[in-house]
């Protein structure tokens, strides 16, 4: 399972806790997407979890040497390229999806839980620790090997599934 994530905001802790924890802990892989905020943050992540990410605009001079501005994963065939998302407009996110030939645009930085469908399927988890008056989620998407694609799904740290969605990987252009 990949478990993706974004806008801890924490001082002292990864800020896991309910079915986030669990999804993590259960994780093959981590994406997260920027603003750990703190060093001792992403380290605490670094020492739970096989963990890929970015740094967002709040993260410090100490996380932004650590972790890239942009990254291309890949997981399970799938290319998913991870931006933060501070300094795009929703263009400007899918011309780096496309330029990437990613299957995948994850972000963050709205704290606002969405996938958009398009030529490259957009993702924000949304934030699981800081919601900011929308709703706390993070993303799980697991690999159907008899269906060639993922299927995911947005997941508040309650356990509750509130949105669902498919993401199947686009050939090399």
């Not at 932004?64 to 998913?80: F, H, N, S």
């Not at 704290?111 to 490259?120: L, W």
Request: proline share 7%; aromatic share 6%; charged share 30%.
């Amino acid at each position: 399972m990949l478990v993706v994530l974004s806008d801890t905001h924490g001082r002292d802790s990864a800020r896991l806790e309910g079915r986030t924890a669990e999804a993590v802990d259960a994780a093959d892989l981590v994406i997260h997407a920027g603003d750990y905020m703190t060093e001792t943050v992403l380290d605490a992540f670094e020492a739970r979890c096989d963990i890929r990410g970015v740094y967002g605009n709040n993260d410090p001079p100490a996380v932004r040497e650590r972790v890239p501005a942009e990254e291309l994963v890949e997981w399970a065939g799938l290319r998913i390229a991870v931006v933060h998302g501070h300094e795009h407009t929703d263009t400007a996110l899918s011309m780096l999806g496309r330029q990437a030939n990613a299957d995948l645009l994850v972000f963050g930085h709205s704290h606002a839980p969405e996938f958009r469908d398009g030529p490259v399927p957009m993702l924000n988890p949304g934030s699981h620790a800081d919601p900011r008056w929308n709703r706390p989620g993070h993303a799980e998407l697991e690999f159907d090997d008899v269906a060639g694609r993922a299927e995911g799904r947005l997941v508040e740290p309650a356990g509750e599934v509130f949105e669902r969605f498919v993401v199947d990987p686009r050939p090399l252009e």
